[in-house]
């Protein structure tokens, strides 16, 4: 995680939205989806695991990138994008930071028994 938070112009000062609270947000817009199961971890190395939503940020805006565990039977690309319009919805309603992109990886599929 670096140290540059988006920042948010304000009439006392500068407020500024740590990066935790934007992956939060993005996990839980995402898991408001019908036809996400959960969010996926990616192992790097043996140690080393990726969380779920990844925040980078760019200038004053943040590119949000989000790995899915997807529902069996769901079409895959109609809800990538009902994940980005909410995740970007949200993220802006709630902090008032531009979401310039939204990433969505669909790393795994549930088969419910």
């Known amino acids: ?9 304000a009439a006392a000062g ?5 990066e935790n609270v934007i992956r939060s947000i993005a996990g839980v817009s995402a898991k408001e989806i019908e036809g996400v199961a959960d969010l996926a971890s990616v192992r790097t190395t043996l140690l080393r695991t990726e969380p ?3 925040v ?3 200038r004053d805006t943040v590119e949000i ?5 997807l529902k069996n039977g769901c079409r895959l690309t ?3 994008e009902q994940v980005q319009q909410k995740i970007k919805e949200n993220v802006q309603s709630m902090t008032g930071v531009i979401v310039s992109k939204v990433h ?3 790393a795994d599929i549930m088969f419910e028994e």
């Open 78 to 80: 109609g809800v990538a």
């Open 14 to 18: 500068e407020v500024r939205i740590s």
């Open 104 to 106: 969505v990886i669909a």
């Open 56 to 58: 980078q940020v760019v």
């Open 1 to 9: 995680m670096s140290n540059t938070y988006p920042k948010k112009a």
């Open 65 to 69: 990138t989000v790995r899915l565990v």
């Open 52 to 54: 779920p939503v990844s």
